[in-house]
């Protein structure tokens, strides 16, 4: 206290100035930290990915929508019973699945890509053009855990679109924005 006291007035001035953006920034890198949370971390199973694809299913055998429409959709829980009726049963995350089967519940999986509410993105149009699932999701066939791998912002799809042949199309705003 007392080598505080002996500072000047512009001397204390500046150090409290200091002291309030070294508080600020922490706060600021704290409210990084919980913005980077991810959906994967908030899960309701523990999805292995990688443990499918090391067996041979493929992403639309699960993610059915894909190929036909804007929504690659989620698996039902149907549709996850349908192979975990007879593999992998004794697993605690099994037995957890087989518990929304049993309730006649759907998984509450949390969205791990998310686009606003303006946006319009058509995974079918994509996958048709020969734009692979990696191109945007990264390589999900290796992840245990699914995280995003690119800022799915504007400036990530049309540097995407302005290297395809028909980009003059595909920088028309409407292509995006309906």
Excluded at 85 to 99: N, V
Aim: glycine share 6%.
């Amino acid at each position: 206290m007392r080598r505080l006291a002996s500072l000047s007035l512009r001397q204390r001035l500046i150090l409290s100035v200091a002291v309030l953006g070294a508080g600020v920034l922490m706060v600021a890198l704290l409210a990084i930290v919980i913005a980077q949370t991810s959906a994967a971390d908030e899960q309701p199973l523990a999805f292995s990915h990688k443990t499918h694809a090391q067996n041979g299913i493929q992403c639309q055998f699960c993610h059915t929508g894909v190929a036909k429409g804007p929504v690659a959709g989620i698996p039902s829980v149907e549709k996850c019973m349908g192979c975990h009726t007879y593999i992998a049963t004794d697993s605690p995350e099994i037995q957890k699945l087989q518990g929304y089967w049993e309730r006649q519940e759907p998984i509450p999986w949390k969205r791990v890509n998310v686009q606003p509410s303006y946006v319009y993105f058509n995974h079918s149009s994509h996958i048709a053009a020969g734009v692979s699932c990696g191109s945007c999701h990264g390589a999900v066939a290796e992840m245990t855990v699914v995280e995003p791998v690119v800022n799915m912002n504007m400036g990530f799809c049309l540097d995407c679109h302005a290297e395809q042949e028909n980009k003059d199309a595909l920088w028309d705003c409407t292509v995006c924005h309906r």
